[in-house]
T-cell receptor
Framework: RKEVEQDPGPFNVPEGATVAFNCTYS??????FFWYRQDCRKEPKLLMS???SGNEDGRFTAQLNRASQYISLLIRDSKLSDSATYLCVVNITGANNLFFGTGTRLTVIP | GAVVSQHPSWVICKSGTSVKIECRSLDFQATTMFWYRQFPKQSLMLMATSNEGSKATYEQGVEKDKFLINHASLTLSTLTVTSAHPEDSSFYIC????????????????FGAGTRLSVL
């Protein structure tokens, strides 16, 4: 079973739409959670960390449900520049390495 | 944010040659560096964890004699793909981990820009 599972998409949404991505993780010892963004042929870049209380950064809102081992990312008022692959990433207690989901591909259409 | 430099960004080589990729943390000391590989339309897969001054820890299925990792200083790790073959063509990305308590939220890794390897 994969450590992190994501719906690969693709999600094609019009500009201005709200879109949500979900992710589940299998290891209950997971302690840190992140959303990374990866553009085509580029390295992943940290979008935001995900905290238990949920957190918001501009148009982006991340939620964590430890009981269900579930993480979400909500993007409001989508922009063309939001088109990318969004990676759900988890760190497990005692390990320094990260576990990546396969990513969810988002395309925002004019 | 923290800067990780990876070089070269793109390399094309003949089958059988060896290729060295460098990963440097420019403004922090990285106790641990990671090497990932990403095939088209797939996620990043961890190849090995590199700790300064000790042998790298390889993930299952990764040949340590083929992918040589050296982490000689706190700011530099190298990955050498020895006797590269076309099936080694991939996107190789390094990341550096500055250690807990450094630079804000813990467990954040900083990524290099990646190296695209094409073996002919």
């Amino acid at each position: 079973r994969k450590e992190v599972e994501q719906d690969p998409g693709p999600f094609n949404v019009p500009e201005g739409a709200t879109v949500a991505f979900n992710c589940t993780y299998s290891n209950s010892a997971s302690q840190s959670f992140f959303w990374y963004r990866q553009d085509c042929r580029k390295e992943p870049k940290l979008l935001m960390s995900v905290y238990s209380s949920g957190n918001e950064d501009g148009r982006f809102t991340a939620q964590l449900n430890r009981a269900s081992q579930y993480i979400s990312l909500l993007i409001r008022d989508s922009k063309l520049s939001d088109s990318a692959t969004y990676l759900c990433v988890v760190n497990i207690t005692g390990a320094n390495n990260l576990f990546f989901g396969t990513g969810t591909r988002l395309t925002v259409i004019p | 944010g923290a800067v990780v430099s990876q070089h070269p960004s793109w390399v094309i080589c003949k089958s059988g040659t060896s290729v060295k990729i460098e990963c440097r943390s420019l403004d922090f000391q990285a106790t641990t560096m990671f090497w990932y590989r990403q095939f088209p339309k797939q996620s990043l897969m961890l190849m090995a964890t590199s700790n300064e001054g000790s042998k790298a820890t390889y993930e299952q299925g990764v040949e340590k004699d083929k992918f040589l990792i050296n982490h000689a200083s706190l700011t530099l790790s190298t990955l050498t793909v020895t006797s590269a073959h076309p099936e080694d063509s991939s996107f190789y990305i390094c990341s550096a981990y500055p250690g807990q308590g450094v630079r804000g939220a813990k467990n954040i890794q900083y990524f290099g820009a990646g190296t695209r390897l094409s073996v002919l």
